[in-house]
C-alpha cells in the first residue's frame, strides 16, 4: 500500500503562489490517478483536483480552473498542486490522495489513500 505526505503549506497574502508538495513511499505513484481536495474548518471536503497516472491529463473544480495546478514527476514520486492568486476562500488544508480508479474527465474517482494534510492560510 501506498503512504502519502504533503509538506509546503503555510501563512501567505492574497494574490499570492505556494506550491505544495505530496512525496509517496511503499508504491510507486504511477501506479494510481493522484488527486488533491481541502477542507476548511467547519466546512465539508472539497475536491480540487486530480491528474492521471501519465500525467496527460487534468481536472479540477470550477474554483481551482485558471489558478491552481496538479503536476506529477512518477521518477520522484511527487505530486505537486502549484496555487496562485490566492485568495482567503482557499484557506483549508488540503490533502492529496490516490486513487486506484481510471481516470475519467467528468467524474471523481474513489480515493483510497490520503495524506495527513497540510494547512494553507491565505491572509486578506
Known amino acids: ?7 509546503g503549506g503555510g ?8 506550491r505544495l508538495s505530496c512525496v509517496a513511499s511503499g508504491r510507486a505513484i504511477a501506479y494510481y490517478v493522484m ?3 481541502r477542507q476548511a474548518p467547519g466546512k465539508e471536503r472539497e475536491f480540487v483536483g486530480a491528474v492521471s497516472r501519465s500525467g496527460g491529463s487534468t481536472r479540477y473544480t470550477e474554483s481551482a480552473k485558471g489558478r491552481f495546478t496538479i503536476s506529477r514527476d512518477n521518477a520522484k514520486n511527487m505530486v505537486y498542486l502549484h496555487m496562485s492568486s490566492l485568495k482567503p476562500e482557499d484557506t483549508a488544508v488540503y ?3 490516490a486513487s486506484s480508479d481510471r481516470y475519467r474527465d467528468n467524474t471523481v474517482p474513489v480515493f483510497g489513500y490520503w495524506g495527513q494534510g497540510t494547512q494553507v492560510t491565505v491572509s486578506s
Open 11 to 18: 501563512l501567505v497574502r492574497a494574490g499570492d503562489s505556494l
Open 95 to 97: 490533502y492529496c490522495a
Open 1 to 7: 500500500q501506498v503512504q502519502l505526505v504533503e509538506s
Open 35 to 37: 488527486g488533491w481536495f
